[in-house]
């Protein structure tokens, strides 16, 4: 059983920057395809970015492309999301999923391991 905690998520202005973390326990993170996605108020949860077990393959939503940056720290068990330029359209619960077998792209992938999420909020 894989455990995800998220953590750094906050109230930010128009512009501003956050770095979310998401530290797994019971399974190493080597062994772990990571993905964040996110589920805005009265919205389906969607795809933001995803990192394969090796950093080799790292796929972005278009809407977070060259603002967002997904990394990896195996050592830590950790995985990161840095978010530059934040919009007020950025506003979600973020959440991390992992999955051993598979990259997390799909949210309705019932394979997938998550975590409950942190907040980001952008305000105008």
């Known amino acids: 059983q894989v455990q995800l905690v998220e953590s750094g998520g906050g109230l930010v202005q128009d512009g501003g920057s956050l770095r979310l973390s998401c530290v797994a326990s019971g399974r190493t993170l080597s062994s772990l395809n990571m993905g964040w996605f996110r589920q805005a108020p009265g919205k389906e949860r969607e795809f933001v970015a995803s990192i394969s077990r090796s950093s080799g393959n790292i796929r972005y939503t278009d809407s977070v492309k060259g603002r967002f940056t997904i990394s990896r720290d195996n050592a830590k068990n950790t995985v990161y999301l840095q978010l530059n330029s934040l919009k007020p359209e950025d506003t979600a619960v973020y959440y991390c999923?992992?999955?051993?077998?598979?990259?997390?792209?799909?949210?309705?992938?019932?394979?997938?391991?998550w975590g409950k999420g942190t907040l980001v909020t952008v305000s105008s």
């Open positions: 999923a992992a999955n051993p077998v598979v990259v997390p792209t799909n949210p309705l992938n019932g394979m997938h391991y």
